[in-house]
């Protein structure tokens, strides 16, 4: 398990590589050492993402010390960098460095980490577990499918429709997310058992009732596909493991066995750094 410094940093890297993520470079290289012109992306680069995480599925398949010709090798256990590999050999016929998927892989490793090591670094390091390998896939995962969308925003509309929409964020919205993070401030005022029903007067708070009282004493009224609701759903999506199951992406996020209050204080520490960014990039 990585050290809680170290969580820190991911946390930290996390929300900058997410709110980012989808920015098209502007012609000098990024913090990260990438490539500035990124390459757009395929379905070929989502089928790859999701064959090398079906290639690296389970820790047993897991090599964390070779760094040999992945060419070469004929084994059933890879690095990360040879599951990506296999994985584009397999739907493309050949690897391409300059594939959205291989930037990608770099540019994730480089937020999610303090060190500059690359790929196999990454792999390699003794901090780095199985769960992070995981992370790495996920978040590699929102990336190309967030860019695809921005790529064809007509498409993203017709398929999801207003639980897919986005509407501009504001001052309010970044001091509705900052009044919830309040209101949900320790475990004891967590409500686990979410059903999206908010009494007046109640003393714990689901993450979408604590959003929803936030937003009533912000703005005096409650919008369910407001900024600040839409973003939280979206981060949902993004850093949890279990969200492609969920059909409504704040209670069941919150209701996941597998949530922590630390998962809850991540949560809003992403939202507020996207919201905040957003803010800047609005002319």
């Known amino acids: 398990m990585l050290s809680r410094t170290k969580c820190l940093i991911l946390i930290s890297a996390l929300a900058l590589a997410l709110a980012v993520g989808g920015q098209a470079a502007s012609g000098a290289p990024d913090d990260a050492g990438v490539a500035s012109f990124k390459t757009p992306v ?36 890879f690095t990360l960098y040879c599951s990506l590999d296999r994985a ?35 792999n390699s390091d003794p901090d780095v577990t ?50 919830a993070r309040q209101i949900l401030s320790s475990p004891s005022k967590w409500n ?11 003393k714990t708070f689901s993450l979408y009732c604590a959003l929803e009282q936030a937003t009533k004493e ?20 993004d850093i949890a ?14 209701n996941d066995p597998g949530t922590t209050f630390w998962d809850v204080q991540k949560f809003f520490y992403v939202l507020e750094q996207r919201i905040t960014s957003q803010k800047r990039h609005v002319v």
């Open 218 to 237: 912000v703005s005096g009224n409650f919008e369910h596909r407001g900024a600040a609701m839409q973003e939280s759903r979206f981060v949902v999506e």
């Open 241 to 254: 493991p279990n969200a492609g199951y969920y059909g409504h992406r704040l209670m069941d996020f919150n």
């Open 88 to 122: 584009a050999r397999e739907v493309g016929g050949e690897v391409d460095e300059r594939s959205a998927v291989r930037q990608e892989s770099r540019a994730v490793i480089a937020f999610l980490t303090a060190n500059e090591y690359g790929m196999d670094g990454f």
């Open 42 to 77: 395929k379905p070929s680069d989502l089928l790859i993402e999701e064959r090398a995480a079906n290639l690296l599925d389970s820790a047993t398949k897991w090599n964390r010390g070779y760094v040999g010709d992945c060419s070469t090798d004929k084994s059933n256990s």
């Open 192 to 202: 686990r058992a979410d059903n999206r029903v908010c009494p007046a007067g109640a």
């Open 130 to 179: 199985f769960s992070d390998v995981q992370t790495f896939f996920n978040v590699l995962h929102s990336r190309l499918t967030r860019r695809m969308e921005e790529q064809n925003p007509s498409r993203t509309q017709a398929k999801g429709g207003e639980s897919e929409s986005r509407p501009p964020v504001t001052d309010a919205d970044l001091r509705i997310v900052r009044r």
